[in-house]
């Protein structure tokens, strides 16, 4: 099952995307700029074969619920979240705040 759901944090809207998998749980939350994700996320693959696209993102590891995933230190960004203030351990919210 998938779910999508807008989500506020400080007056700013983002989208939560749940995709319930057999034994585990793919999430994200992303607006027009960038997302952060729950661990399937490759940061290696979008900074070396899909570094010209410029994707904004971080992962977050060990995370079930989208509370989490947004209250969690990032584990890995992007070179280019880097450009916006995101660095590793960077809070999931304040991650998607400086995207804003």
């Known amino acids: 099952m998938v779910t999508m759901t ?16 057999p034994k585990t749980n793919f999430m994200a939350v992303t607006n027009d700029k960038g997302y952060i994700m729950c661990g399937a ?3 290696g693959l979008l900074n070396e074969k899909l570094k010209d696209r410029g994707i904004i993102a971080g992962r977050a590891v060990g995370v079930r619920t989208i509370e ?3 209250d969690a ?8 979240a880097e450009k916006y203030g995101i660095t590793v351990g960077t809070i999931g919210r304040d991650a998607m705040l400086k995207m804003v």
């Open 6 to 21: 807008p989500i506020i944090i400080e007056d700013q809207q983002f989208t939560a995307i749940t995709v319930a998998l």
């Open 41 to 43: 996320l490759d940061v």
């Open 73 to 80: 230190p990032l584990e890995s960004v992007t070179y280019e």
């Open 68 to 70: 989490q995933l947004l």
